[in-house]
């Protein structure tokens, strides 16, 4: 196994910072450091800060379709919170991908750090679904510039529709972005409020028939 994917099963953190921790020179194997392409063997010695690594650590992943109304934070901040859905056995978990209190849907959690990395990180690219509603009817310019992108504060929001609903109001939008309340966002700038966001695929993962507030565990895709 490659001394990285080693060093992320082992210490439970993503590629990046076992390359970091290999880098650092805090890793040897069989008292040599390694070179970051180095393959680990049962048979090897691998150490860091010259102690023992801890056993691979066991990853849990859980789905969860989020109702409105609940934070995504641990103390809730006043609100109801995700961690009430769910038991304490899964305190340690950290969600990937938030959803915003008034929004819905398709939420992961997970204790697997290279998992998290690889699912928010920009350069990956992880396709996103949301099935949104509107205030209003979108027109047909708007629906083009949207497509096209619209300029934020942060930046070009592009996003990809297509009708859900046939008044106009109801939307599935595809994105590969993750800005905080983009889609909102992006609306909102050209005069269109968003009355309804529910998040039904992350990546691999998707909502499918999970009820409102419930959760089933998954292995990895």
Request: charged share 25%; with cysteine; aromatic share 8%.
């Amino acid at each position: 196994m490659r001394i990285n994917k080693y060093l992320a099963a082992r210490l439970g953190i993503s590629r990046r910072k076992a390359d970091a921790i290999l880098q650092a020179g805090r890793i040897t194997v069989d008292g040599i450091a390694p070179s970051a392409g180095f393959d680990v063997t049962d048979e090897n010695t691998v150490l860091i800060d010259g102690r023992q690594l801890p056993q691979e650590k066991s990853f849990t992943y859980v789905l969860l379709n989020k109702p409105v109304g609940y934070v995504c934070s641990r103390d809730g901040q006043g609100s109801s919170s995700i961690y009430d859905l769910l038991p304490h056995t899964f305190d340690h978990l950290n969600p990937v991908g938030r959803l915003d209190k008034d929004s819905s849907g398709l939420l992961l959690l997970t204790n697997d750090g290279a998992l998290h990395n690889k699912l928010t990180h920009p350069s990956y690219e992880k396709h996103k679904e949301y099935q949104i509603t509107l205030s209003k009817p979108l027109g047909p310019n708007d629906q083009a510039l949207i497509k096209k992108g619209v300029l934020l504060d942060d930046g070009l929001s592009g996003l990809d529709l297509s009708l859900w609903q046939s008044d106009g109001r109801g939307w599935i939008v595809r994105m590969h972005e993750g800005r905080n309340r983009q889609i909102r966002r992006t609306f909102h700038a050209l005069g269109y409020k968003v009355t309804s966001l529910h998040r039904t695929h992350f990546g691999d993962y998707a909502l499918g028939n999970i009820a409102v507030g419930k959760y089933i565990e998954v292995e990895t895709p």
